[in-house]
């Protein structure tokens, strides 16, 4: 369908009145594209944790949203972002994750890149045993860098290049989290696991920014984080999410804990918070972890998310590592029936979008209301080829 069809006007009414948004923004490619463009490649959005490269050389092949991307740490052991492409014929260079030792090699013709992405060889390129030729000028071919930025333990990129830097388009939630902005450090392989859900990326979002569900999908953790221990946290067109007065840490047998982040304010003793940074970063911070939620859009109807967890320390225990993996496994597999069944509800021809408790449900309308705002701001700006 033309996704231009889609009437968003009572989306963005005030939420006693609005509408959520049309089905086709769940369930229709078009509508799909729109949006890949609109929300997640002019915006600053989540791709992949810094510490999937946590070595000087190692490259992981990523794909966001179809397009090729290469995720890599250079020589001067910075973390970036290109297109997964050589210059010459567009060929995929590297397919499997990889310890770059050399040079990253194209598998057609042997372009040679460096890991900083300069093009440093083309044999052959001037004919036989004629490496260099004076039509292929090569400080101008080397790899498509991708915007990126890191934060959170976050590799967040604009494909777009469009968007405002990071530190300005996300001023308001990196001085709300000022004192998390610190080294942190992944617990390694027994501090990441994948969910493959058969829904949307939004109605993750939506979903995690609400604590109104709690009391019936998450019963156990409501024993102690009840319902009446959240409030909400809503910043329009920028994030939104809930946090909780009530915080208990984990322990082991023994009764140990994670240690602190250092000099933490003394309401995170008790507190904790959880923040969709739109459009598809979902996290989360306590006194003693913290950990990022990437959604990857697999389609109008598959997302795969991505679960990281940080701590204070390089040093913490591996058991406790894994027991506290366990416990929020645990929590996000709780959700799993809820979003694949408002995914399914999607397909109800009659359904309007449904309407928001003005009271429990300002986080997710929030949400909505920035969905149909980029995408009416794209709808009504010239567009250039894509």
């Excluded at 990889?98 to 040079?103: F, L, N, V």
């Excluded at 990326?201 to 221990?229: F, I, M, Q």
């Excluded at 991505?306 to 406790?320: E, I, N, P, R």
């Excluded at 021809?349 to 408790?357: E, H, Y």
Aim: proline share 5%; aromatic share 10%; glycine share 8%.
């Amino acid at each position: 369908m033309d996704p231009n069809v889609t009437d968003l006007s009572r989306v963005r009414r005030p939420i006693a009145e609005a509408h959520g948004l049309p089905n086709a923004h769940y369930t229709d490619p078009g509508v799909f594209d729109e949006e890949k463009h609109a929300l997640l490649f002019d915006e600053w959005s989540g791709l992949a944790a810094a510490a999937d490269v946590a070595e000087i050389g190692d490259a992981v092949p990523l794909s966001f949203l179809g397009m090729p991307l290469l995720l890599i740490r250079d020589r001067q052991n910075s973390v970036r972002v290109f297109q997964n492409i050589c210059r010459h014929r567009g060929m995929v260079l590297i397919s499997e994750p990889r310890k770059i030792e050399g040079a990253i090699r194209c598998p057609y013709h042997s372009w040679c890149y460096s890991t900083d992405g300069q093009l440093v060889s083309t044999p052959h390129v001037g004919g036989p045993g004629q490496n260099k030729h004076a039509g292929i000028d090569r400080s101008l071919l080397g790899l498509v860098e991708v915007r990126s930025h890191i934060w959170m333990g976050v590799v967040w990129i604009n494909v777009s290049g469009t968007a405002p830097s990071f530190e300005i388009a996300n001023a308001e939630l990196l001085a709300r989290w000022a004192e998390f902005d610190r080294p942190l450090f992944h617990g390694g392989a027994d501090s990441h696991f994948i969910l493959d859900v058969n829904c949307n990326w939004k109605l993750a979002v939506e979903n995690y920014c609400e604590s109104y569900h709690l009391p019936w999908v998450h019963p156990g953790l409501n024993t102690y984080s009840r319902l009446e221990d959240h409030y909400h946290i809503e910043n329009k067109g920028l994030f939104s999410g809930q946090g909780t007065l009530v915080y208990r840490q984990i322990k082991d047998d023994a009764g140990q804990v994670f240690p602190d982040f250092d000099d933490l304010s003394d309401k995170w003793d008790t507190a904790a918070e959880y923040i969709t940074a739109f459009p598809n970063v979902l996290l989360g911070v306590h006194r003693d972890h913290t950990y990022a939620i990437i959604l990857e859009p697999q389609g109008p109807e598959k997302t795969r998310e991505h679960v990281h967890l940080f701590y204070a320390s390089a040093t913490t225990d591996a058991g406790l590592r894994k027991k506290n993996t366990a416990l929020w496994k645990g929590v996000f597999t709780e959700d799993v029936f809820v979003v694949e069944g408002m995914q399914r509800g999607r397909h109800a021809v009659s359904f309007d979008g449904g309407r928001f408790s003005p009271a429990m449900d300002g986080p997710t309308h929030l949400f909505h209301d920035w969905v149909a705002g980029r995408v009416q701001a794209r709808r009504c700006a010239p567009q250039a080829a894509e």
